[in-house]
Nanobody, 127 residues
Framework: QVQLVESGGGLVQPGGSLRLSCAASGRTFSTYAVGWFRQAPGKERDFVATISWNGGFTYYADSVKGRFTISRDNAKNTVYLQMSSLKPEDTAVYYC????????????????????WGQGTQVTVSS
């Protein structure tokens, strides 16, 4: 069983930066692809970024490419999302998710069943 806890959200001005963290329990977390998703008020949950189990592959939604960076530290069982040049439309609750199947292709994570979700962290971009 894996538990995911997000942190690092908050209020930031347009153009600012935030770093989200997703801390996981469980020895198998380091073998899972992990993704970040977000859900704005009144909208569906959208894919943001994904990273392979060893950090060697990353993939981003077009809306965040060049502004967000996903990374992981398996020694700390933590995945990060560095967000820069934030825009008001980035306002959402951000969730991390792990696929729960060892060594799967991270590129397909947005289209596969997700075994583990965090509780989410609010990011608000406003002046």
């Amino acid at each position: 069983q894996v538990q995911l806890v997000e942190s690092g959200g908050g209020l930031v001005q347009p153009g600012g930066s935030l770093r989200l963290s997703c801390a996981a329990s469980g020895r198998t977390f380091s073998t899972y692809a992990v993704g970040w998703f977000r859900q704005a008020p009144g909208k569906e949950r959208d894919f943001v970024a994904t990273i392979s189990w060893n950090g060697g592959f990353t993939y981003y939604a077009d809306s965040v490419k060049g502004r967000f960076t996903i990374s992981r530290d398996n020694a700390k069982n933590t995945v990060y999302l560095q967000m820069s040049s934030l825009k008001p439309e980035d306002t959402a609750v951000y969730y991390c998710a792990a696929d729960g199947v060892p060594y799967q292709n991270a590129a397909t994570l947005p289209h596969r069943a997700i075994a583990y979700w965090g509780q989410g962290t609010q990011v608000t971009v406003s002046s």
